[in-house]
């Protein structure tokens, strides 16, 4: 199994909402992306965990939570977002977190929109 | 800093002729190169990586792509287009050190569209 896979695959919110991504991979990888890509743009990273642990996060807004609840799972909760906020987001793993060389999978992302 | 820069937003070729896509980086040490393809709406899937060794490399789906230092670049090539081959396609360079080591900068991309 390569996949990485996200759920849902598409998804509208108020900006009062609170809703969650979710991402799953069965590879044994220990290291796990968030990517934020706008229309006609290249993903940006938002946050990685390795081994569990949240090792980078590029200074978003605190309106996005991410959560690793085990080494196979990773969320997004979102709240209060803004109409700004309306992207993909993609799911990424890797077998670790590696000095640059790792191939990183994609799962298709979450098309959000935020009205 | 560093950065990758695709000099072509969108590129159309006829199916069957060669395709060559341009990716310039900026990097202070020798990079993690690589060239992701994603198709609407969908993820990005790694076509090949380069850190050292044969400055060519072959990819999946008939890509290659060449490593010059000399001019900063990796090119991406295919002799032959298939009309499959239509799609949005990134170059990267991995950051090896500091405290986003393990992190891609992409370029902004190269729209693929092929004509029959």
């Known amino acids: 199994d390569t996949e990485v896979t996200q759920t849902p695959k598409h998804l509208v919110m108020g900006m009062t909402n609170k809703k969650s991504l979710k991402c799953e991979q069965h590879m044994g990888h220990r290291a796990m992306y968030w990517y934020k890509q706008k229309a006609k743009k290249p993903p940006e990273l938002m946050f990685v965990y390795s081994y569990e642990k949240l090792s980078i996060n590029e200074s978003v807004p605190s309106r996005f939570s991410p959560e690793c609840p085990n080494s196979s799972l990773l969320n997004l909760h979102l709240h209060a977002l803004q109409p700004e906020d309306s992207a993909l987001y993609l799911c990424?793993?890797?077998?670790?977190?590696?000095?640059?060389?790792?191939?990183?999978?994609f799962g298709s992302g979450t098309q959000l929109s935020v009205l | 800093a560093q950065s990758v820069t695709q000099p072509d937003i969108h590129i159309t070729v006829s199916e069957g002729a060669s395709l060559e896509l341009r990716c310039n980086y900026s990097?202070?040490?020798?990079?993690?190169l690589f060239w992701y393809v994603q198709s609407p709406g969908q993820g990005l899937q790694l076509l090949l990586k380069?850190?050292?060794?044969?400055?060519l490399v072959q990819g999946i789906k008939g890509f290659e792509a060449e490593f010059k230092r000399s001019q900063s670049s990796f090119n991406l090539r295919k002799p032959s287009v298939h009309w499959s081959d239509a799609a949005e396609y990134f170059c990267a360079v991995g950051l090896n050190y500091g405290g986003s080591q393990g992190n891609l900068i992409f370029g902004k991309g190269t729209k693929l569209s092929v004509k029959p």
């Open positions: 380069y850190f050292s060794g044969d400055t």
């Open positions: 990097y202070g040490a020798t990079p993690y």
């Open positions: 990424a793993s890797s077998q670790v977190r590696g000095r640059g060389g790792e191939k990183l999978f």
